[in-house]
């Protein structure tokens, strides 16, 4: 796995309630759930770009 660099995170504290009652719903700590948000919208923007790409 690879290594896991920290760094402080300024979050709306709102927002950070929506995101830790979500990462609850879904049985991950609110650290994974803001993780697998970020890879997720990683991904899909990498498959914009391809798309747009390919045009």
Do not use: H
Not at 32 to 47: H, M, N, P, T, V
């Amino acid at each position: 796995m690879a290594e896991k660099k920290a760094f402080v995170l300024r979050i709306n504290p709102d927002m950070l309630k929506e995101v830790e009652a979500w990462a609850a719903d879904e049985f991950r700590s609110t650290n994974g759930q803001i993780e697998y948000l970020l890879q997720e919208a990683l991904k899909a923007r990498k498959s914009a770009r391809k798309k747009k790409l390919d045009k």
